[in-house]
């Protein structure tokens, strides 16, 4: 035992090389204790004394404190009748507990109709945790906050998990887990504020509209940090918020990330020609030769929407998503149930599109609809079968015509494929926001992220210089 100690205080031992150097001494918790000890002693106290497996966390609901709004109402109305000055927050362990008109209420005011986003609707999210894909035995342990009045009304709310692990949110992590387990120390669990397998932008503290609204924003960020002191987690992440919100968090002790998404841009086309118009020739061209293969394979595309989509669809649909999950990922987030679920309660926000082959599903892409966007979520195919383009034709050029008669100001086609450039859908900037329990590992973090963040904005700028646009054409 005391060769294999000694062994591990030697000093060149590898490093994360995403993260640079660590200091040797961690300075102060967020508690304000002082950690005394040298990494080495800490690294000791993990290799023999703590175990990496993920401390169990208590399932009851908790109650996160009160806080005091100040300030006056509106002009001519008193504080007192515009709004309570006392706000309870607390966080329960399913949405279930929330009334789905509550959080809805929140989601809407939060977004705007014209931006409505139906990832962060009670309807999709309940289905996540009904059908047992984002629960406890996958990893995700929901711990949503609420933030109500004195009257028990729901001002507030955040959407977020307790995490055992990082698969599953799009935003990767991986490299400051090992650099936290090659200190000693551990990484998981941690706070997710998400929508669990969705790289979809949207708000992600969701406040009802109100004069107080500002001051709830603040209490319930302050409950997020609050809450992960309490569960004593090594971090907070927040994934895929608006700009808006990004930019607040900066003062408010979090770090800042950018990754990078590819979108599709609608600007007032009639139709899908009118589109390609806007492409250089050869990129026109080339995407005309692949929607050509489509109909020379003798595959027949449909798009349908809400009550249109029947039980075999979705029981077909889940057959080409985990064929593409098995060949891709090795296992599914996702269950069958989910698909039928979430299709019943969002209605005609849902558009699936599908290929047959004769009288047969062969393939099939889901999106979501929002208020000012479509959202492409899932492929899959048949097991053991190709068609070629058909792929493209599928998740891209159906998601562009549909969005174009739908009027919808763009198409999400979520996260990776550089290959969607050349298919009209350019890159655009998305963000994160991080909280550290541990300082010392923070500032290092934050050192890495200085960098990425110059190198994101960099590939953005070269891939929107080099489109597939005419010249002249503004993308950026």
Known sequence: MAVVAANCYCPNTQRSPFLGHFPSHHGKSSSGQGIKNSVHAFRISALFWRAKKAVEPPERDLYLGEFILTGSGPEGVSANQAAPKNVSVSVVSSILDVPSQDWDACNMDATGPDNFNPFLTHGFLSSLEETGCAVKETGWMPRHIIAKDECDNILGVVPLYLKSHSSGEFVFDYSWADAYYSYGSRYYPKLQCCVPFTPVTGPRILIRNGSYKDQVFDSLVSAMKDLTAKLQVSSLHVTFPTESEWEKMKEKGFLQRTGM????????????????????????????????????????????????????????????????????????????????????????????????EGDELVAGALNLIGGDALFGRLWGCLPRAYYPSLHFEACYYQAIEAAIELNLNRVEAGAQGEHKIQRGYMPVTTYSYHYFLDKGFEKAINDFLVRETSQVKLVIKLLHESGPFKEGLQTL
């Open 261 to 356: 998404q590819y979108h599709w841009k609608n600007r007032n086309y009639k139709n899908f020609d009118e589109f390609l118009m806007d492409m250089k020739q050869s990129k026109r061209k080339n995407i005309r030769q692949e929607r050509k293969k489509i109909s020379a394979q003798n595959l027949t595309m449909k798009r349908l929407r809400g009550y249109e989509i029947k039980a075999k669809h979705w029981d077909s649909f889940y057959k080409f998503y985990r064929n593409t999950t098995e060949n891709k990922w090795g296992s599914p987030y996702l269950t069958r149930d989910f698909f039928h679920n979430m299709g019943s309660k969002l209605g005609d926000q849902v558009l699936l599109v599908l290929a047959e």
